[in-house]
């Protein structure tokens, strides 16, 4: 699967302003990672956690390398245009 997003592409991220869906593509901080945020797809909840993947598994550091991230690490939805 390529990954939905290309380096360098433009996105519109609105700050978080309702519960993390599965099938959504978040802006994440990862305690433990240093300060970068990282983009990733929520593909199951666990309560107040979230499994995050990335589209392209085979190059994507994500929950399988990390586990699971609280949901209140998530900073912004990602919209993309349908």
């Not at 994440?28 to 970068?36: A, I, M, Q, T, W």
């Given at each position: 699967?390529?990954?939905?997003?290309?380096?360098?592409?433009?996105?519109?991220?609105?700050?978080?302003?309702?519960?993390?869906?599965?099938?959504?593509v978040v802006v994440v901080h990862v305690e433990g990672r240093g300060?970068?945020?990282?983009?990733?797809?929520?593909?199951?909840?666990?309560?107040?956690?979230?499994?995050?993947?990335?589209?392209?598994?085979?190059?994507?550091?994500?929950?399988?390398?990390?586990?699971?991230?609280?949901?209140?690490?998530?900073r912004y939805l990602v919209w993309l245009d349908p």
């Amino acid at each position: 699967m390529l990954p939905t997003l290309l380096p360098g592409q433009e996105v519109l991220a609105l700050r978080r302003w309702r519960r993390v869906r599965v099938g959504d593509v978040v802006v994440v901080h990862v305690e433990g990672r240093g300060p970068d945020l990282l983009v990733k797809r929520c593909v199951a909840r666990h309560g107040r956690s979230l499994e995050l993947r990335g589209d392209n598994p085979a190059f994507s550091t994500d929950s399988r390398d990390f586990g699971p991230v609280p949901e209140r690490n998530v900073r912004y939805l990602v919209w993309l245009d349908p």
